[in-house]
């Protein structure tokens, strides 16, 4: 079995320092918190990213802004259709015109006017951003 006096559980940093781990036994009269937080190596690791990503985006003004314009929508089942946004509503429920069907990327065919429902979307973008 594990030892009451290891510590078992989680890191968490707080304010430039990582809290030990949580421990399986209450702290003694001369133990605090603070006792057991111990600073962080310096200098920090460097930390390499590949991918930098964007900030979250409020989704009313998105669409507000994307209404009237070519968007791209992938649905969760690896269809996407393009066409012109022509309206959405309160649960994110899309109205498209002028749409074409892609499946795995090859076009399939024009499908016209096209209602998506909204939990059935994985993402959507503006087409112009598909240089």
Known sequence: GVSRD????????????IVAPLLRRSLTSSETLVSIITPLPNPL????????????VNPKPFLRDLTGKPIIV?????????????????YFNLQLTDTEEFIDGDFSGNIGEV????NNVLYLRGADSDA
């Open 74 to 90: 992938k649905l969760k089942w690896g269809m996407e259709y393009k066409g012109i946004l022509v309206s959405s509503d309160q």
């Open 115 to 118: 209602l998506i429902r909204c």
């Open 45 to 56: 690791p460097s930390v390499s990213t590949k991918r930098i990503m964007s900030a979250p």
């Open 6 to 17: 290891r510590p078992v559980g989680i890191f968490l940093p707080l304010a430039g320092r």
